[in-house]
């Protein structure tokens, strides 16, 4: 009866560990086109490595049939329904999850994280978020899975037979209290000191390997379990060589205005266009044809062809842009709202020199907490009307030139000088708007991507040309840039550099002539944004603490981060490094001090920017007008 026992247990600890076998399998299958580079070496080592984390799963959700396995020995009770029903739930769990992971790693490049649970509470933008031919794929797929798995399960879970009830009841309650006891021993993932970390997957410096290692089930429960914790999850560096490292790279609080001319106070606009990526800018070396307004209208103005995004979500560039707040791989600063109100802001600095401000959007300004965090700010109006009468529209909101028309009619009604956001919304994921189809062939939703994209540069384009006959357009500068990059339509992966490489192109009437049609190449970024605008209204930007002024010699440099990693760039080389794995993942210079540089400043950067949400409060108090 024991080796009954013992071969029911060992049954159903091989199903579970099978299974996640099998659904890192599908996950490379599905992913196959990051593997083409891969040899079949470090794709075999994958599943060596993560074994711990599947063996692992496989304990936790083996502890429970173990359980009345052994109750139906002792009692002599029937489980057998239980135990089914409990392996329904579970396989449905594991298949939403894994759905789940193989969509956000299509855009994201990153399994289930804290971002993700966030932003169940926007379930409008998960919906559309969800509304993608690849995620039909994802779940045929996975729906075969789960019903071969279910055909598996039930068939381990016949009638038991041969059970005699005449044995040594104390004996067999040793024995399950043992095997339950070795199970929770596998579930943690050993005895030693620690337990099974997420590092122990990550071995590759292709992140697709790394991906499909980390267990679904398992990671899923530990962002579940560790989504609220608190204080700064980075300790690189002591006390006192943060303190250095941030006197290193603070920056000078004033600085001569560079895009206009000395004590104007010129209008100013931001223009967001939503996941545009270089790929697709053929005057900052792109492919041709998609974006021909934007080309036509960077020979009238200041382009930087070395301008990067620091993160890839919209709230994340915003934030940047107007609190030189950069991304964080671990945490969400949009979501604490009751910090927002401390944080240093290029509106509510501006506001108190006189501007007045707005934010358009043709889609809804709730999402990701932004109308909160621009109201704490001090904003003076934030415009979400369009959504509601639009004409044409995509799932996100109204098309952009509904958006551009709006815009310019509410510009002509603000009193000067004003500070104002306008964002794009037709490009969004997963790019179905109702334009016209231009791009065919190849990968739908690249195509779809480009399409939407050319729809957008046409309404920029017409955009541009009426502000140009407006009165306030002589006194204005307009900078033009993406929220963030893509992984279209080239296929980029979350790592890589021109994955968050964006157009940015600097407009207006108020633009110094002698920079139109200029070429700027120095490396820059969103969070350069802030000491641009500060400079060239003469304001002190003491909070603006990473914010670097590229137009200053050796200061120009790039920064972004992934869910995992980050990347440098400057000048000298560049440098992509991931956490988990604690390796390089590429860098383009062999020179080991400028490696250790660069990665001393993105570690610098990690640890900084976590705490400085709560510096800034400190700040706020000493000091309430920066």
């Avoid at 769990?93 to 969509?103: C, E, K, P, Q, V």
Wanted: glycine residues 8%; aromatic residues 14%; positive net charge.
């Amino acid at each position: 009866m024991i080796k009954l026992f013992f071969k029911r247990c060992f049954t159903e600890l091989f199903f579970w560990l099978g299974l996640f076998i099998l659904l890192q399998l599908t996950f490379l299958i599905f992913f196959s086109s990051e593997l083409s580079r891969v040899d079949g070496g470090a794709i075999a080592l994958g599943f060596v490595k993560g074994f711990a984390m599947n063996f692992s799963s496989a304990c936790y959700l083996s502890t429970i049939p173990v359980l009345l396995i052994g109750l139906k020995h002792l009692r002599g009770i029937e489980t057998k329904n239980v135990h089914k029903v409990y392996g329904l739930i579970f396989l449905l769990i594991l298949m939403i999850i894994h759905i789940a992971d193989f969509s956000l790693y299509q855009n994201w490049g990153s399994k289930i994280n804290g971002r993700a649970l966030w932003y169940l509470q926007f379930p409008e933008a998960v919906a559309n978020s969800a509304a993608s031919s690849s995620l039909v794929k994802y779940m045929i797929g996975l729906l075969l899975v789960f019903f071969i798995a279910w055909r598996v399960y039930s068939n381990l879970n016949k009638p038991l037979t041969g059970i005699k009830n005449k044995f040594n009841k104390f004996v067999f309650s040793g024995i399950l209290i043992l095997s339950t006891g070795l199970l929770f021993i596998g579930l943690r993932g050993g005895i030693s000191g620690r337990p099974l970390g997420k590092s122990s997957s990550y071995y590759s410096v292709h992140p697709v390997l790394n991906s499909a290692a980390l267990n679904g089930f398992w990671n899923f429960f530990d962002v579940v379990s560790h989504y609220k914790d608190q204080g700064n999850p980075y300790d690189f560096f002591s006390e006192t060589e943060l303190s250095a490292l941030t006197k290193k790279y603070s920056q000078p609080t004033t600085s001569v205005p560079y895009l206009t001319q000395t004590g104007s106070k010129p209008n100013i606009v931001f223009v967001f266009l939503e996941s545009w990526t270089a790929d697709v800018v053929s005057s900052i070396g792109g492919l041709r044809k998609i974006t021909p307004g934007f080309d036509h209208l960077a020979q009238d103005g200041l382009l930087f062809t070395n301008f990067y995004s620091t993160g890839f979500r919209t709230e994340q560039g915003l934030m940047a842009t107007l609190s030189g707040f950069p991304a964080q791989a671990k945490a969400y600063p949009m979501e604490e709202m009751e910090r927002f109100e401390n944080y240093p802001n290029l509106i509510t600095r501006l506001s108190k020199n006189g501007y007045y401000t707005s934010y358009f959007t043709g889609g809804n300004p709730e999402f990701a907490n932004t109308k909160t965090y621009l109201t704490s700010a001090g904003i003076d109006l934030v415009d979400g009307q369009l959504l509601q009468h639009a004409k044409k529209r995509s799932a996100w909101g109204a098309l952009d030139e509904e958006t551009f028309d709006y815009v310019l009619n509410k510009l002509d009604n603000q009193s000067q000088p004003f500070f104002s956001i306008a964002v794009t919304l037709t490009s969004h994921e997963w790019y179905d708007a109702p334009v016209r189809k231009i791009f065919n062939g190849g990968d739908p939703v690249a195509a779809n991507y480009k399409n939407t994209v050319h729809y957008t540069d046409s309404c920029l384009l017409d955009f541009i040309g009426k502000a140009k006959t407006k009165p306030w357009y002589r006194n204005s500068i307009i900078i033009v840039m993406a929220d963030h990059g893509n992984t279209y339509p080239l296929s980029r992966q979350i790592h890589e550099k021109a994955r968050y490489r964006i157009p940015c192109l600097i407009l207006g009437g108020a633009l110094k002539k002698e920079l139109k049609g200029r070429v700027e190449d120095n490396y820059m970024g969103h969070l350069s944004i802030p000491s641009i605008i500060l400079n060239e209204v003469s304001i002190p930007r003491h909070s603006f603490i990473l914010s670097p002024d590229p137009f200053i010699t050796d200061q120009g440099k790039a920064y972004y981060v992934y869910d995992h990693g980050f990347g440098v760039l400057g000048n000298k080389g560049y440098v992509i490094y991931d956490l988990n794995a604690n390796k390089i993942l590429e860098k383009s210079t062999n020179d080991s001090t400028e490696i250790k540089n660069m990665i001393n400043y993105g570690r610098f950067m990690l640890q900084k920017s976590a705490s400085l949400k709560a510096e800034y409060q400190v700040l706020k108090k000493e000091k309430p007008d920066l």
